[in-house]
């Protein structure tokens, strides 16, 4: 089946640099969810969108801001990098017509050094 | 004091030994339950939805008690594949965000040869 796409799987910044992160959720999935992990913590939530309008906000600092495509695409904007920001970053997708159960991609993995 | 607390771990048990985790959660109005497992490393895979019943899906058994806002996964003749971090994690209205996971820390399983 298929499964929650993320690029690139793997990303390299310096401080104060930007980067986007992108989601494909599952077909037919219309909620898109982003978490961050950083090392040894658990996923915590940042931001998630239903029909391509921003549903929740969790711990999402102001300098990211993200959005979702008609093509229910959603990417992660970052700007101003910082090494704290260096995390595992998951999307996960789940449709409200169903059971609602978010599953996720494999997740991004940023370095900023 | 975190939303989702599980035991600490990490649990070392041989295989075919059965293994039980805990954990507690402090938001009353939390609506849905989950024990996901992550791979290190890898993006979190659910493993089993929890309900008020008790569930039980082959060796995995969950359990929910609301009134005691506790949730436990019971895992029967271990074996090597289940080697992994289990998360225990909570769907309700925490902070005004009403889909968003919140994880506990994780326990961390290593079956023994």
């Known amino acids: 089946a298929a499964g929650v796409i993320q690029s690139p799987r793997h990303l390299i910044k310096e401080k104060r640099e930007t980067a986007t992160l992108k989601c494909y959720p599952i077909?037919?999935?219309?909620?898109v969810y982003w978490y961050q992990q950083g090392p040894g913590q658990d996923p915590q939530f940042l931001i998630s969108?239903?029909?391509?309008?921003?549903?929740d906000k969790g711990s999402i600092p102001d300098r990211f801001s993200a959005q979702q495509f008609s093509d229910y695409h959603s990417e992660l904007n970052m700007s101003s990098l910082e090494l704290g920001d260096s995390a595992l970053y998951f999307c996960a997708s789940s449709s409200r017509q169903g059971t609602d159960t978010q599953y996720f991609g494999p997740g991004t993995r940023l370095t900023v050094l | 004091r975190k939303e989702v607390e599980q035991d600490p771990g990490p649990f070392n048990v041989p295989e075919g030994a059965t293994v039980a985790f805990n954990c507690t959660y402090s938001n009353s109005a939390s609506q849905s339950f989950f024990w996901y497992r992550q791979d290190c490393r890898k993006e979190p895979k659910l493993l089993m939805s929890v309900y008020s019943s008790g569930n039980e899906d082959g060796r995995f058994t969950a359990q929910l008690n609301r009134a005691s806002q506790y949730i436990s996964l019971l895992i029967r003749d271990s074996k090597l594949s289940d080697s992994a971090t289990y998360l225990c994690v909570v769907k309700g209205n925490y902070g005004g965000a009403t889909n968003k996971l919140i994880f506990g820390t994780g326990t961390l399983l290593a079956v023994q040869p």
């Open positions: 077909p037919r999935h219309d909620t």
């Open positions: 969108f239903y029909e391509k309008m921003q549903s």
